[in-house]
């Protein structure tokens, strides 16, 4: 313990009482103790097993807990730690409250695992957390190395938040890297968090310090309800951060200009709800909680300032998890579009996005919450579709700024394609081609679009919070889903 106070880590007991609401803690199998079935664990002392599970509120509402404990061999879970750990999830299953993991070790204990009379059976928790899955929200907070088992219960959680420079993730620690494959790289290297929250996209979040771990934990599960069958709780309506006025100078309608879609959700939603997940990551798109007059809702937001806000695989991948998340727990969906397309090219498709562009479209398929586009400018091709423009994928609602411009493809690039005969033939092509690209941008704005009724309304962009609040307040909480009999969908990836 004196080590940890040195290296600025709390206990796993002071995390806990850290996260939860003061006095609340209720602990199971404090005194369970390790298996000694074996010479290697026959003499073995682990207090608690090296796990601490339990109940307790955070702000107000139950939660299920489990938090590793470092400091009884590394964190490891031997056989009455794995089943300490199993309970949590089924009391989090079956009281239908949240999970929650502060997870610090190596996953399974040497000792007990290389033994097949116990490894045999395997384990039943990601069985478990299988079918927790979309019930109740599942966070995993790493916060030190979380090689093998914690790196696979995080891969399953909703809400995955890691330290920056003293917490890892990966499949296997630099040990057992070294031992398997070769392969000489320490913790940070090989799965540090600036590379899980930056590069991977594994975390959801990387911050500073322990407290900053836990507020963000806490604020994740503000907007999320304690489970599926009822509805995300409701908070004081505030107004936004930057005034309406502003809108109307945000989004500059010169289709090569960028801006801070960031201030145009804080100038429509809740004055200080944005809660993004992943900012570092796939930066061209925006996937937020955010507040809408007290009301939590998901937020999918394409960024002009990152590869023009065009739709990647990192992209696509960031966005079908954000919205299967804010499907399965009751957040209305609300998409501003400003998008290119899709990445094109031999570099593209290496990066199998015509798989994870799928799966964009999979998930946007069985959205029930609510739903509403809003195009502010480009909405172009099946980045468009994908975004949920217009009827595509049958909206409740479709609004457009006057700034939108909305076609199969780039204006520019359409008249390349299809009319370069056309202007190479003419007096002067350059004076033709731009004549061609006036006459087409003319068809695309946005009350054309609303003449064909493709969407339901032009809006002004100072209106925009006023139509968002007054058109969900008219929404059942879910639609029913109006696909097939079948047994399950088929996921693209």
């Known amino acids: 313990m004196a080590k940890r106070q040195r290296d600025g880590k709390l206990s796993a007991r002071a995390r806990v009482e850290l996260l939860l609401d003061g006095g609340s803690f209720v602990e199971t199998g404090g005194l369970a103790a390790p298996h000694h079935d074996n010479p290697w664990n026959a003499n073995l002392k682990a207090p608690a097993d090296g796990i601490v599970t339990g109940s307790g509120l955070v702000d107000g509402r139950p939660i299920s807990l489990v938090a590793h404990d470092f400091t009884v061999h590394g964190g490891s879970v031997g056989v009455a730690g794995s089943a300490k750990g199993n309970r949590a999830i ?23 695992g290389q033994n097949s009379r116990h490894f045999a059976a395997g384990t039943r928790v990601f069985h478990l957390l299988g079918m927790n899955s979309g019930w109740t929200p599942m966070v995993v907070a790493v916060l030190g190395a979380g090689f093998a088992g914690p790196t696979n219960y995080a891969s399953m959680a909703d809400f995955v938040v890691m330290l920056r420079g003293s917490s890892q993730m990966g499949m296997a620690g630099p040990a057992l890297v070294k031992a398997g494959i070769g392969e000489d790289i320490d913790k940070e290297g090989l799965g540090g968090a600036k590379l899980q929250a930056d590069r991977y996209g594994n975390a959801d979040l990387a911050v500073e310090t322990e407290a900053e771990l836990m507020d963000a934990v806490r604020r994740f599960l503000s907007y999320l309800p304690s489970n599926s069958n009822v509805a995300p709780p409701m908070a004081a309506a505030v107004g936004p951060a930057l005034a309406g006025e502003t809108l109307l100078d945000l989004v500059p309608a010169d289709q090569r200009q960028t801006y801070d879609v960031r201030k145009v959700i804080d100038a429509v939603f809740d004055g200080g709800s944005r809660f993004e997940l992943k900012p570092t990551y796939a930066r061209n798109i925006i996937t937020a909680f955010a507040r809408l007059d007290g009301r939590p809702v998901a937020v999918l937001a394409n960024n002009p300032r990152y590869l023009g ?16 998340l804010a499907d399965a727990f009751g957040l209305p969906l609300i998409s501003m579009i400003d998008v290119p397309g899709f990445a094109i090219g031999s570099a593209a498709e290496a990066t199998g996005l015509a798989r994870r562009s799928g799966r964009l479209l999979y998930e946007m398929a069985h959205v029930t919450v609510p739903r509403i586009s809003l195009s502010l400018r480009k909405g172009y091709g099946s980045g468009y579709i994908a975004m949920g423009g217009g009827r595509s994928f049958d909206a409740d609602y479709a609004f457009a700024w006057p700034t939108a411009e909305i076609c199969a493809m780039s204006v520019e690039g359409a008249i390349d394609v299809a009319f370069r005969r056309d202007y190479q033939s003419a007096p002067d092509p350059m004076v033709r081609r731009q004549e061609l690209i006036d006459e087409t941008r003319a068809r695309i704005g946005a009350a054309q679009a609303a003449e064909g009724f493709g969407i339901d309304d032009v809006i002004d962009p100072r209106d925009t ?29």
Do not use: N, W, Y
């Not at 989090?92 to 399974?108: C, D, F, K, R, Y």
């Open 90 to 112: 089924e009391r989090a299953t079956e009281a239908g409250v949240p999970l929650v993991m502060l997870v610090e070790g190596g996953g399974h204990r040497i000792q007990d």
């Open 309 to 324: 806000g065009m739709l990647d695989a990192k992209a696509c991948e960031k966005a079908a998890r954000f919205v299967a």
């Open 465 to 493: 919070r006023r139509t968002l609040i007054r058109a969900l307040a008219g929404l059942p909480a879910r639609r029913m889903f109006k696909g097939p009999p079948k047994k399950r969908s088929i996921s693209p990836i």
